[in-house]
């Protein structure tokens, strides 16, 4: 129990989800059966003893107390302004997961970061730290898909989206600042 103060202690900072992303990130979790989302709706409902679907004020003040932790007005105040997103005195399921989305988003955006670094540590065959249209095109040529794209192709490829210096080569920064919005 003391991890649930603990966890929304450590709430206290996260700002940075905008509601969108909130909604979104929150939706991500519950979809993918996320622990982090089961355990944070576990916390949820501890703090909900009146299942009205939010946690007021009170019901945080009295979950803390139940905890064994003294509450002063301050940091009630200090939690509920921090994840009462619509400022309405209730904190909803998705207001209370603001914390853990937002980890979670980091997360998944540095799995991402990594899977960029396999990707390239697979292609740079010389480890050389840049890659060659030839490199990306062998790299590729055990894919079915692949079979009828050219190595001229993915030199035009190269050239036109991800060559962003000119030098011919790809580099890690070039690879990872590929928008795929602009290969559509």
Not at 78 to 102: C, S, W, Y
Not at 107 to 112: A, C, G, N, R, W
Not at 115 to 127: G, L
Not at 157 to 182: C, H, M, R, T, W
Request: glycine share 4%; hydrophobic share 40%.
């Amino acid at each position: 129990m003391m991890r649930i103060v603990l966890t929304v202690l450590l709430w206290i900072p996260v700002l940075a989800l905008t509601n969108d992303e909130l909604h979104n990130t929150v939706s991500k979790m519950r979809n993918l059966s996320h622990d982090k989302y089961t355990k944070s709706h576990k916390k949820f409902r501890f703090f909900d003893k009146d299942s009205s679907e939010y946690v007021t004020r009170d019901e945080f003040v009295a979950g803390l107390e139940k905890l064994g932790y003294k509450t002063s007005a301050k940091k009630i105040d200090h939690i509920m302004n921090e994840l009462d997103i619509n400022q309405d005195g209730k904190v909803e399921f998705v207001e209370f997961m603001r914390p853990t989305a937002k980890k979670y988003k980091e997360e998944q955006e540095l799995e991402q970061g990594a899977d960029a670094d396999r990707a390239f540590e697979y292609f740079d065959k010389n480890f050389d730290a840049k890659l060659t249209a030839s490199e990306i095109y062998e790299g590729m040529q055990h894919l079915k898909q692949m079979s009828a794209v050219s190595l001229e192709q993915i030199e035009d490829f190269v050239v036109k989206y991800v060559d962003l210096n000119g030098d011919q080569f790809v580099s890690y920064d070039e690879l990872e600042s590929i928008d795929p919005a602009k290969l559509v």
